[in-house]
């Protein structure tokens, strides 16, 4: 029984919360009516919600009513480990970007978003912003000759990249030479919109960096790598790019 009333009001509690996410204002007779309780019942629910940081305002007279104002956080929001690293990125670009319209608190969303999710993701999520590097905006006369990769394509070099694992790829030069090697995807760099991978190249036994829009084919192999200091990789270039 305690359980099942504790399940009633959890429930109730979180249809609350979208019906005044729902509207701008609330008649208290209305959010009676939704929830089919009490004018008592409601109020103690609002006042709960307010004690747990919830900016419940209520205003008195013809046309008042409940609303929920000014900033409140996104309730019960799971995010997938690569939609967490996913949309840190996306406003990671985006400030990169330095648009001057809508940008501004671009790094105070990203930092609170980072503070919001739990300590074991986070460590997670920490390690693998600091193998993707922004760097400046791609030349024109590069971009003139980029082509988007195909979504198959960029998902299995993804995969490959935050589990670490080996990935073979049929690549083709610049001058139009064409391969097939083994890398380890280490970290990936974005000149917009061009990404590259900085990787430790099987082949060659050094590290090389591939530009994504050049594989023309990538499969995951067995086998896992260890990550190497960036260094190693983009030496005298560290300067010029930042991690996210």
């Known amino acids: 029984m305690i359980n099942t009333s504790f399940e009633q009001r959890a429930e109730r509690r979180n249809r609350l919360i979208g019906l005044l996410r729902s ?4 008649k208290t007779s209305d959010l009676r009516e939704q929830l089919g309780v009490s004018q008592r019942t409601l109020m103690r629910e609002l006042a709960e919600l ?22 409140w956080g996104i309730d019960r929001l799971n995010l997938s480990h690569h939609e967490v690293i996913e949309l840190i990125l996306s406003l990671a670009i985006m400030e990169s970007l330095k648009s001057p319209l809508l940008t501004s608190n671009l790094k105070a969303i990203k930092q609170k978003l980072f503070q919001a999710f739990p300590q074991e993701q ?9 193998r993707i590097m922004i760097g400046d905006n791609a030349a024109a006369n590069t971009v ?47 000149n917009w919109p ?23 084919n990538a499969r995951m192999i067995d086998g896992y790598f260890q990550l190497r200091p960036i ?3 983009i030496g005298a270039y560290t300067p010029y790019y930042k991690s996210i």
């Open 144 to 190: 003139s000759r980029y082509t988007e990769p195909a979504q198959a394509l960029s998902e299995s070099i993804a995969e490959a990249f935050l589990q670490q694992r080996c990935l073979e790829i049929d690549y083709q030069s610049d001058s139009g030479e064409k391969t097939t090697r083994v890398i380890e995807a280490q970290y990936i760099l974005l």
């Open 50 to 71: 307010k004690k747990a940081g919830y900016p419940i305002e209520s205003d008195r007279g013809r046309g008042g009513g409940i609303r929920l104002n000014g900033r």
């Open 23 to 26: 509207e701008e204002y609330w």
């Open 194 to 216: 061009i990404w590259y991978i900085t990787a430790w190249d099987h082949l060659r036994s050094s590290s090389r960096m591939f530009r994504i829009d050049r594989i023309q």
């Open 122 to 130: 986070r460590s997670a999520v920490s390690n693998i912003r600091k």
């Open 231 to 233: 260094e190693e990789f």
